[in-house]
């Protein structure tokens, strides 16, 4: 991207607007975007590039972030993503996705950068408006439903948590310990 980057990172937490989709396994990208927002006490999230956007810094001296949650649907969220990230000018590596994952089991989280999509709509827009699949991501382990089912699976996903809500907020934590891990540890050069 030409020119210097506006901020350091660009976090994505991925979801459905919508009260509706609130507590759902498919918004735990949202609930981990808003605990970032609180922990790192950065301004209230205002409309922008088709989301809800918020920026500052990670503490004094700390890298410059954006957080974006994207309020296109998630099918849709690459129409969100690509513009801010045009506009921020970050780098693809510095594209930080949260995003809930069938394939891993309810609480486990995993970092990385690149690799597939499973199937996962929201990932698949991201790599359309962002032109590559090669951005960091937090996979969060929702759990799978013992089905292949697609309608059944969609259910699941859009469905609200059935774990206890002290494992959904240390589900929470976690997940955004991991961001600022991966932020923190690489500051404002290296890789994830």
């Given at each position: 991207?030409?020119?210097?980057?506006?901020?350091?990172?660009l976090?994505?937490?991925?979801?459905?607007?919508?009260?509706?989709?609130d507590?759902?396994?498919?918004?735990?990208?949202?609930?981990?975007?808003?605990?970032?927002?609180?922990?790192?006490?950065?301004?209230?999230?205002?409309?922008?590039?088709?989301?809800?956007?918020?920026?500052?810094?990670?503490?004094?001296?700390g890298?410059?972030?954006?957080?974006?949650?994207?309020?296109?649907?998630?099918?849709?969220?690459?129409?969100?993503?690509?513009p801010?990230?045009?506009?921020?000018?970050?780098?693809l590596?510095?594209?930080?996705?949260?995003?809930?994952?069938?394939?891993l089991?309810?609480g486990?989280?995993?970092?990385?950068v690149?690799?597939?999509?499973?199937?996962?709509?929201?990932?698949?827009?991201?790599?359309a408006?962002?032109?590559?699949?090669?951005?960091?991501?937090?996979?969060?382990?929702?759990g799978?439903?013992?089905?292949?089912d697609?309608?059944?699976?969609?259910?699941?996903?859009?469905?609200?948590f059935?774990?206890?809500?002290?494992?959904?907020?240390?589900?929470?934590?976690?997940?955004?310990?991991?961001?600022?891990?991966?932020?923190?540890?690489?500051?404002?050069?290296?890789?994830v």
């Amino acid at each position: 991207m030409p020119g210097e980057p506006i901020v350091d990172w660009l976090i994505v937490g991925l979801g459905n607007p919508g009260s509706e989709y609130d507590g759902t396994r498919h918004n735990v990208g949202f609930e981990v975007a808003n605990e970032l927002v609180r922990r790192w006490q950065l301004p209230r999230l205002k409309a922008k590039y088709r989301g809800l956007l918020t920026e500052g810094r990670i503490g004094p001296g700390g890298p410059r972030v954006a957080i974006l949650l994207p309020q296109t649907y998630m099918n849709d969220a690459g129409n969100s993503v690509g513009p801010a990230r045009g506009a921020f000018k970050v780098e693809l590596d510095r594209v930080l996705v949260i995003h809930d994952e069938i394939d891993l089991p309810f609480g486990e989280i995993r970092p990385r950068v690149g690799g597939g999509l499973a199937g996962h709509n929201g990932l698949k827009s991201l790599r359309a408006g962002l032109g590559s699949p090669d951005f960091a991501r937090v996979r969060i382990g929702v759990g799978r439903p013992p089905t292949t089912d697609p309608d059944r699976v969609a259910a699941y996903v859009l469905g609200r948590f059935r774990e206890p809500k002290e494992e959904v907020r240390a589900l929470i934590e976690e997940a955004a310990d991991a961001v600022e891990r991966t932020v923190l540890d690489t500051g404002s050069a290296g890789q994830v």
